[in-house]
């Protein structure tokens, strides 16, 4: 009988499970190693797939506080009566008010005419806005006032008078050369704008 057979008989058993287990540790460390890779990459796409979202955000947060202060400042345009149905009575008011408390000669009058388009020429692309742009011709006659009147009056208008303007024309004159204590005449022409607002 062979020496061999007579130790590996016994052993053929032993063997056989040494040979599984070793088939068994092979396939675990492959699948785990397998496993391993695909959780990495699987790891790695959700890294890249959160730092597109984080960039994503960035840029909706941006976005977000643009659209706030664009809010805000269409509000503050709304408030001055830039944007949305012209305040002409208020404008108005106003002016006579501002008049009144810098208790002038009661020689005020004025003429609200009525709104006209812009219509810029040509349609250039970068005045296309100015046809949704109207501008309201305020003209102001005032007689019998000094310079200095004339300056506080100016002066009050710029800072209690909430409309934008643009003093368009003015012309002053002495009222009677020979006599400079009649004071002034004066005739100015403001334009205040508007912007229709939204529809609905």
Not at 114 to 125: K, L, T
């Amino acid at each position: 009988m062979n020496a061999y057979l007579v130790v590996l008989k016994p052993a053929k058993v032993a063997l056989i499970l040494f040979a599984l287990a070793v088939l068994i540790a092979i396939a675990a460390i492959v699948g785990v190693a397998q496993f391993r890779n695909d959780k990495e990459h699987s790891v790695r796409q959700t890294e890249q797939q959160l730092s597109a979202m984080r960039d994503n955000l960035k840029k909706l947060s941006f976005d977000l506080a643009t659209l706030q202060r664009l809010a805000a400042k269409y509000q503050q345009l709304t408030r001055l009566g830039l944007v949305g149905v012209a305040d002409r009575d208020g404008w108005a008011q106003r002016l006579e008010g501002i008049y009144r408390d810098t208790r002038l000669p009661t020689t005020l009058s004025y003429t609200l005419a009525p709104p006209q388009a812009m219509n810029p020429q040509g349609d250039d692309a970068q005045t296309a806005y100015l046809k949704n742009v109207s501008h309201h011709d305020l003209t102001i006659e005032i007689s019998a006032i000094h310079e200095l009147e004339l300056l506080d009056f100016i002066d009050k208008l710029n800072n209690d008078w909430r409309a934008p303007y643009r003093a368009e024309t003015c012309q002053i004159a002495r009222a009677d050369t020979s006599e400079p204590i009649a004071g002034l005449q004066i005739r100015c022409t403001l334009q205040l704008y508007s912007i229709p607002g939204k529809a609905g």
